[in-house]
């Protein structure tokens, strides 16, 4: 049974920083491309940052600069650094792992993070 379970939300002001967490199981970790996703209020899912089983990047325009997307197979858990937040980043942030387009999609059950002074 595959699980992935985030960590790490909250309440922060304008301007802080916050550092997500997700933690997998029952799928070999290293081997999983992996990703972070966000849904605001009334707004479409939405990628943010993604990392290969090898470490490579990739960001969404609106957090570049400002996010930092890790993982460290040892512990099967992703990371996700995010500094300077704004009101904007306001969203419920879920972890995604898939294998490959022919693999079924993993979600975890999503954390909340409130930018607000």
């Known amino acids: 049974q595959v699980q992935l379970v985030e960590s790490g939300g909250g309440l922060v002001q304008p301007g802080g920083s916050l550092r997500l967490s997700c933690a997998a199981s029952?799928?070999?970790?290293?081997?999983?491309?992996m990703g972070w996703y966000r849904q605001a209020p009334g707004k479409q899912r939405e990628l943010v940052a993604t990392?290969?089983?090898?470490?490579?990047?990739n960001y969404a325009d609106s957090v570049k600069g400002r996010f930092t997307i890790s993982r460290d197979n040892a512990k099967n858990t992703m990371y996700l650094q995010m500094n300077s937040l704004k009101p904007e980043d306001t969203a419920v942030y879920y972890c995604?792992?898939?294998?490959?387009?022919?693999?079924?999609?993993?979600w975890g059950q999503g954390t909340q993070v409130t930018v607000s002074s």
């Open positions: 995604h792992a898939r294998r490959a387009i022919t693999y079924p999609a993993y």
């Open positions: 029952g799928i070999i970790f290293s081997t999983y491309p």
């Open positions: 990392i290969t089983s090898i470490g490579t990047t």
